[in-house]
Structure formats: C-alpha cells, structure tokens
C-alpha cells in the first residue's frame, strides 16, 4: 500500500521528449504550483530558447463521488472509482520532472531519469519521433514500467484532417513501440499552447485535451512504493544559499523519511537538518518519493551541485563494481574493455574504465566458476553471461540498489545514434582503495586463455624430454610447473622444471615415448627446424602450452581447469 488513507500521495512524472516537442509547455499548462527550477527560469535558457537543466512543478487531482463535466480546471476531480487503486489517499499529487531535450544535455536527462515513477513521452505532432525521442525511449525502459504517449500541438494539424492525421500517426508511433515493453500504451492527444506562446497569459487559449490526459494518467501510472523504513537517501538535483537562512538543497527522497532536526550526511560532513518544504509549503517530515528542499547550516553550496545526500554512514563510497550487464541493442558501437565510458548513478556521472567478461553459468556465483576475459562485445548480440568491471577515475557514493547506466556522451551529437550502451543493478561494490588485490581475488575468477608454442629440443629417456622456445630465459618458471603441455604427435605431459640456463625446461610424459621415437630424437640428436632431409634429420615436433591467467589473483597463477 504506497499511502495512508486520507493522506496525500506525490507520484513523480518525467516529461522526456526531443527538443522543442512542448514538453516545458506542457508542464506549465498542468501545473498550480513551480519550484524554484522550472519552466526555463534560468536565464540562458530563456535567452537560448529551450531547457537547460531539470525542472521540477507539481499538480494535485482529487477525487469526488460523480464525475464533472470536463471544462475550465474540472480535469483535477476526478470520478471516486480511479482513487481505489491508488489506497485511496485524500489528494493525489504528480510532481513533473521536465527534462531537457537537446542531444548536448542527455546527462542531465540520465539524471533525472532515474528518480521517476512513469513517464510522459512527449512528440511533436507534426515531426513524429525524432532522434531525441527515440534516446529518451531508451531511457525509460532502463527506469519505469509505464509510459504514456503525449501527441501535443495538435492544433498545428488541419482542423479538416486533424482526426485522420491524430489517427495516423497514433498507429505509426505504437507500431514503434511494439518491440518494446511499451506495447500498446495509453496515447493522448494534447496542444498545450495552442498560441505557441506567443499570446499573453489573460488572452491565451485553452489548451486542448488536459482532461483527457489526467485521466489516463491517473488510470494507468503504476502505483508506487512508498515507505518510511530504511536508512534515508535523498537525490539532490540543486543546491543554493540563502542568506541568513543556509543552504537549500532540493530534490527527492529515495528511501527511508527525515524530520526536522535529524543529521544526514552531505559532501561526507555531518549537518543537522534546520527546515523543510515541499513546493513552498513547511512540513516537518517527508518520506520516499516525496519532492522535497531541505535547509542546513554551515554548508557550502559549491561542495553539492548534484548528487546524494543520506543517513549518516549508510551510504559506500566506491571506487568499483561489478555490473551484470543488460545491453542496449541500440547502441551500435563496439564495447571495448579498457576503454573510458560515462557511467551515471542517480544524479552523479562520472568516467570509468571497463573491463568485459564473460560468466558460464550466469545464475551461479562468479567466485565459483571461471570467466573468461573479453577484449569487445556487441551490444546488437550481446553474449550471454556478459558482466563489467567498472572501474572510476574518482570515488562516488553509490547506493547498493541504484541503476547503474552506461553511455558514450561525447559521441558527436550531430551523429544519429543512440549512446546509452548498458545497464544493471551492481552485483558488488567495491569500497576498498586496493580492491584489485583485497577484494576482486575472492569476489570473480577472470583468465585470460593464453597459448605458447615451443620445441621439442631432445628426449632424454621414454618419460623425460626437453622443450625449447615456451619461455625465455628471465622467464619465472615456477608458476607453470605442473602445467599440462601437448606434443604436435599426439603425446601429453606436465612441465617439471628448468634446463640448463637458456630458457629450456623439461616435461614429464603421461605415457612412455615409443622405442622409435626415442631413437628418432634422443641420444643427443637434437630436433631440427624445417622438414626432414635425406641425411635422415628429424621433422621438429611442436608443444604447445594452453593456459588460463588469472587477472585479479595476487601471485599470478596459472590454471588449466
């Protein structure tokens, strides 16, 4: 049950869409209440024209016995029936993420796409989707389960043809989203600024189709989860000072509840919380899922941008992880181990090395199985089994159960991909400065399948013979004694040690060599290279050495299990 009956719900609603589609008008023609970030304050976004950053308003529907006829604002009561599925609460609250749509801002999109409930995916009726729209699609099966899809300027189309075309274009754009989780979803047909903007507020018209689309809203956004348990994790997406007052942070709670007076952690420093509101209005406590600002003393707004602020101690600063990966098919790209993705967890970005690799049995622990180092994969054909080693250029805090998303953002934004690569929950994080020597040892096995090939140089008696060219001569040989080798005439053995100081060593058969080939190669009559000549030289015998190197094990030994 995500609420106490009677009492209010908040339900978060990111607004995704290519530039200029008219979700920030949208946003403004159902909002009663903006904070202090919203419908494009910033002043280079007004002077640039389009959204800069995330931007946060908020309406509120109620619930009343019988319907009212849907004119002026009656779209906010709604019929008694549509509350029982949402626990009936007293008022039902939608607090819209209004994200930008320009290709330069996606991370700012990734961010606020991942403290979303459901998601308005917004498309311009006379441009249908667009290279932006399709990103922002990626990005909501990675975060939610609902999506409901805004045609808006609607009243660009012909009046005479607007049904034909609405109809139209309804079915091309569910036809596209067929292969994907949002199969047949709700579709409303909105013109949230019919005047395109142009006309004063007292003499602009009403926008088309809002009560319809309330109430899809209403009927399908999947009821959250909403509980005041667990440690508090707050994803702050702005930060400024007030003087005489201190620093506001605003943004959503995650998990878990916070009172006026409680410590949290912020910029790893211990502050108190001295007040809260939420959309202007004082409260003393706020649970998950709520929009929220928080005051606190003594900081200093510049430390906190973006990212976490939480119950002290509850949250790991990493410098890793293991990611099972969920792939992107649209990503066309090649995945590279060693290469430098961007990797987004909340509101925090930063680059990370990857390492690929490959499970056998992805439903087993990777500490009891070996996997085998990747040097690429496709994400159009993505292995099974397919795990990451992220690795940062700096610590972030990251919370056990965030979303990890991986995307290549300095990508050519006027290149027509889509850059978001993989995702996934992280299966472990690694908090330690040395997690390569103190914790990968016992988490993952990961070789590196290695060949090396020599020559049988002598036999010196049916179960002894010398191999020459597997190593060099500063070579340490004491990891591979007792490794299995493979003569090109079928014989196996196991390595027993060095000969001589050259870089030969001597191998141990499994089976006595035969009487003729011991007289072919032994007695001092060494292996020569190229075939045999009619002076009776032998024809040279290839070993070869398979071998598997672990990569994260302190002594670097070798194995071929």
């Not at 796409?113 to 459901?118: K, M, N, S």
């Not at 099966?141 to 300027?153: A, D, F, G, H, W």
């Not at 012909?158 to 579709?187: I, Q, W, Y």
């Not at 004491?478 to 493979?486: A, E």
Request: net charge positive; aromatic share 4%; charged share 20%.
């Amino acid at each position: 049950v995500p609420g106490t009956e009677g009492m209010p719900l908040n339900v978060n609603i990111g607004v995704l869409g290519h530039v200029d589609s008219g979700k920030t008008s949208l946003s403004k023609a159902l909002s009663t209440q903006a904070s202090t970030a919203s419908f494009d304050k910033n002043p280079q976004s007004q002077e640039r024209g389009i959204t800069l950053d995330l931007g946060f308003s908020t309406f509120s529907v109620s619930f009343a016995d019988e319907d009212s006829s849907a004119t002026g604002s009656s779209w906010r009561r709604l019929p008694a029936e549509l509350s029982e599925r949402w626990g009936r609460p007293a008022e039902l609250q939608f607090t819209l993420v209004d994200c930008p749509g320009h290709a330069s801002l996606i991370r700012a999109v990734i961010g606020g796409a991942q403290i979303i409930d459901a998601v308005m995916l917004v498309v311009d009726a006379t441009k249908g989707i667009q290279t932006q729209t399709a990103e922002c699609l990626v990005l909501a099966e990675i975060v939610c389960s609902c999506l409901l899809l805004v045609i808006n300027k609607v009243d660009l189309l012909p009046e005479a043809e607007r049904d034909r075309s609405l109809d139209r274009l309804s079915k091309r754009l569910l036809k596209t989203l067929a292969g994907t989780k949002f199969a047949n979803c709700p579709v409303a047909a909105v013109a949230a600024s019919p005047s395109g903007g142009d006309a004063p507020d007292a003499a602009a018209p009403e926008p088309i189709g809002l009560a319809n689309l309330v109430k899809q809203l209403v009927a399908t956004a999947p009821v959250p989860t909403r509980s005041p348990a667990g440690p508090f994790l707050f994803a702050v997406d702005h930060c400024y000072g007030i003087r005489g007052q201190g620093t506001v942070l605003t943004g959503t709670v995650l998990a878990g509840c916070v009172r006026v007076g409680d410590t949290v952690e912020v910029a790893h420093e211990q502050r108190r919380v001295k007040g809260m509101q939420v959309f202007r209005k004082p409260v003393d406590f706020a649970q998950q899922g709520d929009r929220l600002g928080l005051c606190v003393t003594q900081l200093d707004p510049r430390l906190l941008e973006r990212g976490l602020v939480c119950a002290p101690g509850s949250v790991p600063t990493i410098h890793a992880l293991l990611l099972p990966v969920s792939p992107v098919p649209h990503y066309k790209l090649p995945v590279r181990s060693k290469s430098k993705l961007h990797v987004s967890l909340g509101h925090e970005t930063a680059m990370a090395s990857l390492l690929l690799f490959q499970a056998p049995r992805p439903d087993q622990p990777l500490a009891e199985q070996f996997c085998e180092y990747l040097d690429e994969a496709s994400m159009r054909d993505c292995p099974p089994g397919l795990h990451a080693l992220l690795e940062f250029e700096r610590p972030v805090l990251a919370p056990p159960s965030a979303t990890v998303i991986v995307s290549k953002l300095d990508v050519d934004i006027n290149q027509n991909v889509c850059r978001i690569a993989m995702h996934g929950r992280p299966l472990e994080l690694l908090t330690s400065a040395d997690y390569r020597t103190a914790q990968l040892p016992k988490l993952v096995r990961v070789y590196r399948p290695k060949c090396r090939r020599g020559r049988l140089d002598r036999v010196k008696d049916p179960y002894t013979v010398v191999v020459t060219g597997l190593f060099r001569k500063e070579t340490a040989l004491d990891v591979f004694i007792g490794l299995q080798v493979s003569l090109s005439t079928g014989q196996q053995g196991r390595i027993e040690g060095s000969f001589g100081q050259s870089g030969k060593c001597t191998v141990r058969m499994s089976e006595p060599l035969s009487d003729e080939f011991c007289q072919r190669y032994g007695g001092g009559k060494r292996a020569k290279k190229g075939a045999s000549g009619g002076d009776g030289a032998s024809e040279p015998v290839e070993v070869c050495l398979n071998f598997k190197r672990l990569l994260f094990d302190p002594q670097r030994k070798m194995t071929q299990t």
